[in-house]
């Protein structure tokens, strides 16, 4: 896998949207059905298994995740792999079912760090800026 890869654990929104994520943390407001719905209609090429686990791949990315729900709400997204920063928003937004994903609360792994998703995000590399990307995003 290349150096760029990350594993995180991903939550809903922060409470305290003025303090860095902590472990003060609230489910994905959506359901698991929902997000695999959502996951079958928008990333064709997504493989998403009933236990939630899921993988999107191609030749420039690679993502490998668990579904963790209870409670008719998704309570963590475990994600790893690696791929830009866009390719990631968009998969996050797609299981949220918003674009509102901002303030979404990050674990680093396996550093055990918080961060909101926009800081996170920008630590993974940007999209390809001459526009070579698949019709999968």
């Known amino acids: 896998m290349p150096t760029d890869s990350f594993h995180i654990y991903l939550y809903g929104p922060h409470p305290h949207a003025d303090r860095l994520p902590s472990p003060d943390t609230t489910p994905i407001p ?8 959502r996951l079958h209609q928008s990333l064709p090429s997504i493989l998403f298994e009933p236990d939630g686990s899921f993988a999107w791949a191609s030749k420039d990315y690679q993502v490998v995740g668990m579904i963790y729900d209870a409670a008719m709400e998704i309570q963590y997204v475990e994600i790893r792999g690696h791929c830009d920063a ?9 299981l ?9 609360a990050v674990m680093v792994l396996p ?5 909101n998703f926009q ?6 590399p940007a999209s390809d800026p001459n526009g070579a990307s698949d019709s999968s995003v």
């Open 96 to 104: 949220a079912g918003t674009t509102q994903i901002d303030q979404f």
């Open 119 to 124: 800081s996170f995000a920008i630590s993974l």
């Open 86 to 94: 866009s390719r990631l928003r968009k998969l996050v937004e797609i």
């Open 30 to 37: 959506t359901s698991f059905e929902a997000a695999g719905q």
């Open 111 to 115: 550093e055990r760090q918080w961060k």
